[in-house]
């Protein structure tokens, strides 16, 4: 009696190991973007956290704050974590350093610095900055980090 044999031949698995080597070189590249982009609203977001307590101190004190801690803020320096929690420096996981300078007492300008893992990935914008009239830029020149 002849039966037949089941299951896949080499030339049906090799087409799916093809198909799934495509999804992956098309996807990656996507998702590491995605995973950039969602680290960079973190620091973003720090950004317009520390430009109200900014603007909340001037109108109390007449006056920017020289220093994070003025604002209430864990450190100065400013290190967050991926998601933008306050961290330690020597954390591997963190993803910016947040710093305050240009200080008088009617101007400032806050720096979100990446390190570690951001810093290789994140070429396109690098540190992003905010100054006292809003103006939004990064150290790249690109427009489309904020």
Partial sequence: MNKKAKGFTLIELM??????????????????????????????????QIADRQQQFFMDNKRYAATLTDLGLAANPLILDEQGNPADAGNTRTVYAVSLSDITATTYTITAAPVNMQLKRDTKCGSL??????????????DGCW
Avoid at 29 to 42: E, G, L
Avoid at 129 to 142: H, I, R
């Fill in 129 to 142: 900055t905010l100054n006292q009239a809003g103006t939004q830029g990064a150290s790249t020149g690109y």
């Fill in 15 to 48: 087409i799916v190991v093809a198909i799934v080597a495509l999804i992956s070189v098309i996807a990656y590249p996507s998702y590491m973007n995605y995973v950039i982009n969602t680290k960079r609203n973190v620091a973003t977001n720090t950004l317009l």
